[in-house]
């Protein structure tokens, strides 16, 4: 009986996958998720695992468990390594998957812009494992500073180049500002704070590329009070490891440089033999089907639409309505009806610099200081999948605020 | 000014370790503690971690922030690979450290008991990573059984032996059997729980070992309760990944066994080029000094120490006792005044089955089911350290308890 039902298979467990699934319940037909990892993860927090605010377990979420009262969804755990579009077959690393309709929603990967100096060197920060080489990587700058009598070598160890000035770029260098400055001084008694560099590099003129003009001062004063050394128009050309080159010349000795300046379609939508743009993106139909394909939906990171002559940006709100978007159009193509076009509803957008301190873009206003902090606090606790996350996350943003603690300040790795 | 007062060096940040540089805080000593992780790991909640139930961070807790205002106390991340008793220095990765006064609370080590087969393919469990890695296991074989239609091969992905029936053995097995039982079985919908075993294997004729026989049949019927399968008397020869050989030439198929059977002495202990016993402890003075190196003690599972003619058990208590004691011998030694022998006062030894069960002697009483359970929970809550982890380990508890569920059902490593 339920194998008559049409078939809908969704590649990732994201944002955009886990909306599209949960469109589709109750409806006649079959779900299929596949992702390689088992849960789901909440990206906006990622930047806290990597500055040991919260542990990864708070904002990652079992794939199983978000669905285990949806009855038509099964989950298959497995990379997925291209698509037969002909045979209408998923192939993945552990057996094919046929399907009716398919949800592509891979996400985006990092983009090191094709510099290999900086993917070996650089560290990225897209997903938990990253994100915990990160916390271990700047504890263990503290360790070994601590004990490090060349004071050149000492400097190189304290200093710490965040590229990137978008939300992710700015959020980690406020954070990462606060850990040393509120925490880590207190664990560190040999290590004078002041001696402690935290820059932000961003290539274009502004942070915040996208937000209102008002605002990216706001956040750019703001870094600054946090003493974020915050460069525009600076851009990086090579890392060795040791030695950060700007194209101007100048030279930063650093021992660390996080990486969120770009990102790009998963590796996968290279494997489809369909046209991408620069960014690997997909390029589909307002329906958001594939036009060689048209049971094929590609939504979020991975897709490339654009709405009044511009490109959609690569967002959670984006993929997440892409997702919803997707799963009626199929609804409507197993009842012939005809397809609808997508329109993006832009509900704003936010990024927090620290205590007390974010700027929020929405409903036609500006936010800023204390209550877009507020704001963003309440939004990303609601995003949280689970109750528990929600109090424990909670618990621990309210205790360090008042005690200025971060819990996870461990070296898990060796 | 403070350069002159008597150098403590502690090696190790276990129970041990820690008891003895809190028993020098305010004191006329300079303390520096090394260990290769930066944090102190709660070990006897670790099965947990392995069982999905709590998240590393909950009983990891640095190093630095334990002594964040003990003013005489400093820390170094490093690995040490030796000591130099003519010299009275610590030989580290990162260079040396002079001594006075040196205490060794180096702990332990996995003992498989020199059987390769066992040592390459067995999971072990005694550190956080050990933990991580048995969670992403188990998880693992449930995802591939999920799709395995072989049945023999299903079968052995869902069986699951639980090696040594000391506390930690039967704990793992417990909370196993519940992961299964009570939480797997509604993620998993295509796989038969009834399949699915879980086998706790003792060499001895008895589980835990050391408690009285009452209470060691109370866990039996306990574990029986919780669908383990209690095998004594059954040694294991030889595990090839895929198939565990028995002495009695039975063999089970299954792609996971759980080796808690045996501890030895740090590897450490092994360089000192000192008296060894046959699991690797360094034999000592009743005053916890080594009797070549009179400021030197050893304590913890490192040490060997006879009392009325049985040598202490491995375990956190007598480590922690030790600290304390090693700690007031050497002021005692500073002030010339004469030291005192080591007395174990035993406060007793539980182990929890799982929900509603555990079994605890203490006081010259017996404690078993709900009673013994809940002064476990009480017991192990306060061991932990920081208002914050005990708050958010008891609301992980009562969400599993009420809601059948654990929250770190995630595979984190690819």
């Known amino acids: 009986m339920t194998q008559a039902l049409p078939h809908v298979v969704i590649v990732g467990a994201g944002f955009g996958g886990l909306r599209a699934a949960r469109a589709l319940a109750g409806k006649p037909v079959r779900v299929t998720m596949i992702d390689k990892r088992n849960y789901h993860l909440f990206q906006p927090l990622l930047y806290q695992v990597a500055t040991a605010g919260i542990s990864p377990h708070e904002i990652a979420y079992p794939v199983r468990a978000i669905f285990q009262r949806q009855k038509n969804f099964e989950f298959v755990m497995a990379r997925v390594n291209g698509v037969d579009f002909a045979r209408k ?34 560290l990225p920060l897209k997903d938990v494992s990253d994100a915990v080489t990160v916390r271990n990587h700047v504890l263990r700058m503290f360790e070994q500073a601590a004990h490090e009598s060349d004071l050149r ?203 007390n301190a974010a700027v929020a873009a929405a409903f036609g206003m500006q936010f800023r200081g204390f209550l877009a902090w507020f704001v963003w606090l309440v939004v990303h606790l609601i995003g949280l999948i689970g109750f528990r996350n929600r109090l424990i996350v909670l618990i621990n943003w309210a205790w360090d605020y008042f005690f200025y603690d971060r819990a996870v300040r461990l070296i898990t790795r060796e």
């Open 89 to 122: 077959t998923v192939l993945t690393e552990s057996g094919e998957i046929s399907y009716d309709y398919l949800i592509l929603a891979a996400g985006a990967s990092v983009n090191f812009f094709g510099n290999p100096s900086l993917e070996q060197n650089a």
């Open 153 to 355: 070598k000492r400097q190189a160890l304290l200093t710490f180049v965040v590229v990137g000035g978008g939300p992710t770029g700015v959020e980690t260098a406020g954070a990462l500002s606060e850990l040393i400055r509120l925490v880590l001084r207190k664990d560190y008694r040999q290590i004078n704070v002041e001696n402690v560099r935290v820059i932000l590099m961003e290539a274009a003129p502004t942070l915040l590329n996208g937000f209102p003009p008002a605002l990216q001062a706001a956040a750019r004063r703001s870094l600054e009070q946090k003493k974020v050394d915050v460069r525009v128009e600076a851009k990086v050309n090579n890392y060795d490891g040791e030695k950060l080159t700007l194209e101007s010349g100048e030279v930063i000795p650093a021992r660390t440089v996080l990486w969120s300046a770009g990102v790009r379609a998963a590796s996968l939508m290279s494997k489809l033999g369909v046209e991408q743009d620069r960014m690997g993106r997909v390029r589909v139909l307002p329906t958001l089907q594939l036009p060689h394909a048209p049971d094929v939906y590609v939504i979020g990171d991975a897709a490339y639409l654009e709405e009044n002559g511009k490109p959609l940006p690569m967002v959670a709100q984006v993929a997440m309505q892409q997702g919803v978007h997707a799963a009626q159009n199929i609804l409507a193509a197993i009842q012939k009806k005809p397809l609808r076009p997508f329109r993006y509803a832009d509900l704003g957008s936010m990024a927090t610099i620290g205590r």
